[in-house]
């Protein structure tokens, strides 16, 4: 396994969150206020959020709830992000800033499908909690 710094692991993790639409948890220096208080408090993240925010949290510091058998239930665009992303840190910088550079491309072509699909998830939230 290959050393990757953590300003990259950061922006790597900001970009898992940028294509989940969690703009604002997470930055290239590590997690925000608001990426903490997630942490603490997620229930009014959809399902598909929280466990890309636990995902998140697993890759910076292993502080997470996240279940492997929760990885299966994520969609193949998050999936695929996710287990990329896992190689490319065992690999090392190089690797990992080409994982950034695709990611990064994608986060933004995926913007409105992944948007449109949180807020159905988040009403669903909303209505069994009433």
Known sequence: ?????????????????????????WTHDGPT???RQLREDARDLAPIHRKVLNAAWA????????????LWELDR?????LSDLILALSEGDRSLERWIG?????????????ELDGA?????VRAKRR
């Open 1 to 25: 396994m290959f050393e990757v710094s953590d300003r990259k692991k950061s922006r790597a993790i900001a970009t898992l969150c940028a294509m989940a639409r969690l703009e604002g948890v």
């Open 77 to 81: 665009t998050y999936g695929e992000a």
């Open 120 to 124: 159905a998830e988040l009403q669903e």
């Open 59 to 70: 890759l910076h510091d292993g502080s997470t709830s996240l279940r492997v058998a929760e």
């Open 33 to 35: 206020d608001r990426g």
């Open 102 to 114: 695709r990611y990064a491309q994608s986060a933004r072509s995926h913007t409105h499908r992944l």
